[in-house]
C-alpha cells in the first residue's frame, strides 16, 4: 500500500480464535470480577502470609462494595461463589487453549513478540509521546501493534491473567492438599487472596485504558473488527504515529 | 457532529446494555433452572481436585510458630440450649457421643473413653469460606479408628455429624462427609485446640476436623455421627446445614 492510495483499504485484522477469545473474557472476566467483589464482601479485609481474621492487622480493610458492582446484586456469598467458581474454569481453560492456539498459529511470534528497535528506549518514548499527544497509527503501521500496545496485551496475558488463575487456586484447601507448592508461591493462602485482589484490580486498570483507546481510536471501526475480524485502516497521514 | 452522536449512542448503548445485563443476572441468578445448572459445577471442581489429588494428600501441617495468636470462634458460639447448658455445667461428664447408623456395632463414648484412645496432633489452617484464615493445633481421634470400631456396613456412604447448636431455626446444625474425607488420615473428632480442651466457642466438647475442607464442614458440639446410605432425605437434603439453608457447595474444598 502507497500512501498516495487515498482509498481507505480493508484488511483482516483479528482472528477469529483471539475474537472468540476477546467477547468470552468479556463475559467471564465481567463474572469474576463482580462475582470476586461479592466474595470480597464477605470479609473485606486483607492480610499478608498464611493466616489472617478478625484479631490479625489487615493490610487493607475497606466498606462493602455495593450492589450494582456485585454478582448477585444483593449480598449473598454462596451464590456470589456460584458465579465464580462456574466461571473460573471456562476462563482459565480459555486462555490455557488461546495460548496454545496462539503458540501454533504464529499469532504471539508475528504479532505480541517485540521486534527488533521496538523496545529501544527512543523507540519507546516515542510512542508514549504518541499515546499523550492522542495521535494513533496510521498507514501501514496501523496495521499492526505498537509497542505500548503489545506491552499491554503482553503484561495482561502471560502476568496478571495467569496470577489471577493460580492465586485463585491456591486459595481453595482441596488444591493446597493436592499442589502443596502453588501456595509458596504466593507465600501463603491470606498472601495468595491479597494478590488475587491486585490482580484483579490491574485488570480493571487494563480494561479501563483498553476502552479509552477504543474509544479515541474510533470505536465502530475497533469494535467492528474485534466482531467481523474487519478493519478500515486509517489512511497515511503526516504527522501522524509512525509506528 | 457524527462522531459526537456516535459517541453519544455507544456511551448511552453500553450503559443501557450493562443495566439490563446487571437485572438480567439478577434474574438468571433466581432462576430454578439455571441456579441448578450452576451448582453443578461443584461437581467439576470436586472431580478434578480429586483427580489431581492422593485420596490421602495430606493438607499443610505448619510449626508452633505459624500459629494465629488467637483462634476467633465463628457461627454459633454458644449453643445455649438448657441441654447444652446441663451438659457444660458437668464438665461435659454425661455427655456421649452416638456412633450409629449402617453399623454393626453402635457405640457410645464418654469424653473420658475418647480421650483414653490413639490420639492425632495437628496443626492446620482453618479457612473460612468468608476469606479469613487461622492456625491452630488440634488434638483429637482419627476417626478412621472409631468407623473401625463401629464396623461401617456396607452401604453406608456418607457420615452425618449432628450438633447440639440449634442455629435459629427449626433444624440443628449438622454436616456430612463422604467416606474419602471420613477415613483421611487427619479428618479427626478434636477435643482440644492449642494444648487446651475445648472452649465453648470453638465446639465444646468435640468438633469434627476435615482439613481439606472449608470451616462451615469442622461441625462443632458434635453429639451423634450416623452413617447413612444417601442424604437427600435428611432435612433439607444438601447434606448440611448451610447447603440447605443458603446454598453453600456440599464439597467445600473449594
Same mark, same amino acid.
Given at each position: 500500500m502507497s500512501s498516495t492510495d487515498i482509498r481507505p483499504s480493508i484488511i483482516k485484522r483479528h482472528r477469529l480464535s483471539t475474537r472468540l477469545w476477546h467477547w468470552l473474557n468479556v463475559i467471564c472476566l465481567a463474572t469474576l470480577f463482580m462475582s470476586g467483589l461479592g466474595i470480597f464482601n464477605a470479609h473485606p479485609r486483607l492480610y499478608w502470609g498464611q493466616y489472617g481474621a478478625n484479631f490479625d492487622a489487615p493490610w487493607l480493610e475497606l466498606r462493602r462494595f455495593p450492589?450494582?458492582?456485585?454478582?448477585?446484586?444483593?449480598?449473598s456469598l454462596a451464590d456470589a461463589r456460584h458465579w465464580h467458581l462456574a466461571a473460573a474454569p471456562i476462563f482459565a481453560f480459555a486462555l490455557l487453549l488461546y495460548m496454545l492456539w496462539s503458540l501454533l498459529n504464529g499469532h504471539f511470534k508475528h504479532d505480541l513478540a517485540f521486534r527488533k528497535g521496538e523496545i529501544a528506549p527512543r523507540h519507546i518514548w516515542q510512542d508514549i509521546l504518541d499515546h499523550a499527544r492522542l495521535r494513533f497509527p496510521t498507514g501501514e503501521a496501523a496495521t499492526r501493534y505498537n509497542v505500548l500496545q503489545k506491552g499491554a496485551y503482553n503484561k495482561l496475558l502471560f502476568l496478571f491473567l495467569p496470577v489471577l488463575i493460580f492465586s485463585g487456586l491456591a486459595m481453595s484447601p482441596g488444591m493446597n492438599a493436592a499442589w502443596p507448592w502453588l501456595i509458596d508461591i504466593f507465600g501463603g493462602r491470606q498472601s495468595a487472596r491479597s494478590i488475587h485482589f491486585i490482580a484483579a484490580w490491574a485488570t480493571v486498570a487494563f480494561f479501563l485504558v483498553h476502552i479509552a483507546m477504543v474509544i479515541l481510536a474510533g470505536p465502530l471501526n475497533e469494535v467492528r473488527s474485534m466482531i467481523t475480524g474487519w478493519y478500515k485502516v486509517p489512511p497515511e497521514q503526516e504527522g501522524s504515529a509512525r509506528s | 457532529m457524527s462522531i459526537a452522536l456516535s459517541r453519544r449512542a455507544l456511551v448511552t448503548g453500553a450503559s443501557l446494555t450493562a443495566a439490563s445485563l446487571l437485572s438480567g443476572c439478577d434474574r438468571l441468578n433466581n432462576n430454578p433452572t439455571f441456579r441448578e445448572a450452576l451448582f453443578t459445577t461443584e461437581n467439576f471442581h470436586r472431580w478434578a481436585q480429586r483427580s489431581l489429588? $492422593?485420596?490421602?494428600?495430606l493438607a499443610r501441617e505448619f510449626s508452633?510458630? $505459624?500459629?494465629?495468636?488467637f483462634f476467633r470462634g465463628n457461627g454459633?458460639?454458644?449453643?445455649?440450649t438448657e441441654g447444652y447448658k446441663a451438659l457444660w455445667r458437668n464438665g461435659f461428664a454425661d455427655w456421649r457421643l452416638q456412633i450409629d447408623g449402617l453399623v454393626n456395632r453402635p457405640l457410645s463414648l464418654s469424653l473420658a473413653q475418647l480421650l483414653g484412645m490413639p490420639h492425632r496432633e495437628q496443626i492446620t489452617r482453618h479457612d473460612c469460606v468468608e476469606g479469613w484464615s487461622a492456625i491452630g493445633k488440634w488434638r483429637g481421634v482419627p476417626l478412621a479408628l472409631l468407623l473401625k470400631a463401629a464396623q461401617l456396613k456396607t452401604n453406608a456412604r456418607y457420615l452425618l455429624f449432628h450438633c447440639a447448636d440449634n442455629m435459629d431455626s427449626a433444624h440443628p446444625y449438622y454436616e456430612s462427609i463422604d467416606l474419602v474425607d471420613a477415613f483421611h488420615p487427619q479428618t479427626i473428632l478434636a477435643f482440644a485446640l492449642n494444648d487446651e480442651p475445648l472452649k465453648v466457642l470453638n465446639g465444646a466438647p468435640l468438633r469434627l476436623r476435615v482439613?481439606? @475442607? %472449608?470451616?462451615?464442614? @469442622?461441625?462443632?458440639? %458434635?453429639?451423634r455421627v450416623e452413617a447413612v446410605s444417601? %442424604?437427600? @432425605?435428611?432435612?433439607?437434603?444438601?447434606?448440611g446445614y448451610w447447603e440447605d439453608v443458603a446454598g453453600y457447595e456440599w464439597y467445600a474444598g473449594i
Amino acid at each position: 500500500m502507497s500512501s498516495t492510495d487515498i482509498r481507505p483499504s480493508i484488511i483482516k485484522r483479528h482472528r477469529l480464535s483471539t475474537r472468540l477469545w476477546h467477547w468470552l473474557n468479556v463475559i467471564c472476566l465481567a463474572t469474576l470480577f463482580m462475582s470476586g467483589l461479592g466474595i470480597f464482601n464477605a470479609h473485606p479485609r486483607l492480610y499478608w502470609g498464611q493466616y489472617g481474621a478478625n484479631f490479625d492487622a489487615p493490610w487493607l480493610e475497606l466498606r462493602r462494595f455495593p450492589g450494582w458492582i456485585t454478582l448477585p446484586g444483593h449480598y449473598s456469598l454462596a451464590d456470589a461463589r456460584h458465579w465464580h467458581l462456574a466461571a473460573a474454569p471456562i476462563f482459565a481453560f480459555a486462555l490455557l487453549l488461546y495460548m496454545l492456539w496462539s503458540l501454533l498459529n504464529g499469532h504471539f511470534k508475528h504479532d505480541l513478540a517485540f521486534r527488533k528497535g521496538e523496545i529501544a528506549p527512543r523507540h519507546i518514548w516515542q510512542d508514549i509521546l504518541d499515546h499523550a499527544r492522542l495521535r494513533f497509527p496510521t498507514g501501514e503501521a496501523a496495521t499492526r501493534y505498537n509497542v505500548l500496545q503489545k506491552g499491554a496485551y503482553n503484561k495482561l496475558l502471560f502476568l496478571f491473567l495467569p496470577v489471577l488463575i493460580f492465586s485463585g487456586l491456591a486459595m481453595s484447601p482441596g488444591m493446597n492438599a493436592a499442589w502443596p507448592w502453588l501456595i509458596d508461591i504466593f507465600g501463603g493462602r491470606q498472601s495468595a487472596r491479597s494478590i488475587h485482589f491486585i490482580a484483579a484490580w490491574a485488570t480493571v486498570a487494563f480494561f479501563l485504558v483498553h476502552i479509552a483507546m477504543v474509544i479515541l481510536a474510533g470505536p465502530l471501526n475497533e469494535v467492528r473488527s474485534m466482531i467481523t475480524g474487519w478493519y478500515k485502516v486509517p489512511p497515511e497521514q503526516e504527522g501522524s504515529a509512525r509506528s | 457532529m457524527s462522531i459526537a452522536l456516535s459517541r453519544r449512542a455507544l456511551v448511552t448503548g453500553a450503559s443501557l446494555t450493562a443495566a439490563s445485563l446487571l437485572s438480567g443476572c439478577d434474574r438468571l441468578n433466581n432462576n430454578p433452572t439455571f441456579r441448578e445448572a450452576l451448582f453443578t459445577t461443584e461437581n467439576f471442581h470436586r472431580w478434578a481436585q480429586r483427580s489431581l489429588s $492422593d485420596r490421602h494428600s495430606l493438607a499443610r501441617e505448619f510449626s508452633p510458630e $505459624d500459629m494465629s495468636p488467637f483462634f476467633r470462634g465463628n457461627g454459633t458460639l454458644n449453643p445455649n440450649t438448657e441441654g447444652y447448658k446441663a451438659l457444660w455445667r458437668n464438665g461435659f461428664a454425661d455427655w456421649r457421643l452416638q456412633i450409629d447408623g449402617l453399623v454393626n456395632r453402635p457405640l457410645s463414648l464418654s469424653l473420658a473413653q475418647l480421650l483414653g484412645m490413639p490420639h492425632r496432633e495437628q496443626i492446620t489452617r482453618h479457612d473460612c469460606v468468608e476469606g479469613w484464615s487461622a492456625i491452630g493445633k488440634w488434638r483429637g481421634v482419627p476417626l478412621a479408628l472409631l468407623l473401625k470400631a463401629a464396623q461401617l456396613k456396607t452401604n453406608a456412604r456418607y457420615l452425618l455429624f449432628h450438633c447440639a447448636d440449634n442455629m435459629d431455626s427449626a433444624h440443628p446444625y449438622y454436616e456430612s462427609i463422604d467416606l474419602v474425607d471420613a477415613f483421611h488420615p487427619q479428618t479427626i473428632l478434636a477435643f482440644a485446640l492449642n494444648d487446651e480442651p475445648l472452649k465453648v466457642l470453638n465446639g465444646a466438647p468435640l468438633r469434627l476436623r476435615v482439613e481439606r @475442607q %472449608l470451616g462451615y464442614k @469442622q461441625a462443632k458440639y %458434635l453429639m451423634r455421627v450416623e452413617a447413612v446410605s444417601d %442424604l437427600r @432425605q435428611i432435612y433439607g437434603g444438601k447434606g448440611g446445614y448451610w447447603e440447605d439453608v443458603a446454598g453453600y457447595e456440599w464439597y467445600a474444598g473449594i
